[in-house]
């Protein structure tokens, strides 16, 4: 039994450092010592944020909203700064061409404290999301509004202000 589980475990392992491995782009160009994450381990954070900001925006917590937009932005900064090509797309000019918009669209929506115009401006970005992997070649990375958290620490109701 402890052997079968012991494979298993190795098994598991293996198959996702292969599959992590499928996926990943060429090392980012760092300075000496510095640590920059890879592309793949960017996108499953701004995919988090991605969840957050759909839970701030649905309870209407526009402060939450507008601070995960925010980070969006600045994880999308970041990507275009190491990982500017993949392969031969430009990330950076899908980034600049659909998914800026879709994010100042949101702003929008939430400064205007506006959820049907919020919903609309996040499907765009959703959409952004799935082009972009699309054009990559990594269209089996499908996202979507999610339909529930694995934040159970998080309270995403607005406080008063």
């Not at 494979?7 to 293996?14: E, G, N, S, Y």
């Not at 592309?39 to 954070?45: H, P, R």
């Not at 526009?62 to 999308?76: K, P, T, V, Y």
């Not at 031969?88 to 959820?115: C, G, R």
Request: proline share 5%; glycine share 4%.
């Amino acid at each position: 039994m402890r052997l079968t589980i012991s494979a298993f475990l190795c098994c598991v392992v293996l198959g996702g450092a292969c599959a992590q491995e499928a996926v990943r782009s060429a090392p980012a160009p760092t300075q000496a010592g510095a640590y920059v994450p890879d592309l793949a381990d960017m996108m499953t954070t701004t995919q988090f944020r991605h969840l957050k900001l759909s839970y701030a925006g649905s309870l209407k917590n526009w402060d939450l909203a507008l601070f995960e937009a925010a980070r969006i932005r600045d994880s999308f900064d970041v990507v275009s700064k190491y990982y500017p090509q993949y392969g031969n797309v430009s990330i950076s000019k899908m980034i600049n061409e659909f998914t800026k918009p879709a994010l100042d669209k949101i702003n929008e929506a939430i400064e205007a404290e506006n959820s049907a115009k919020f919903y609309k401006a996040f499907g765009a970005l959703t959409k952004a999301c799935n082009d972009c992997h699309k054009a990559v070649g990594l269209q089996f990375i499908r996202i979507r509004a999610p339909t529930s958290s694995p934040f159970s620490n998080q309270v995403f109701a607005p406080t008063r202000r």
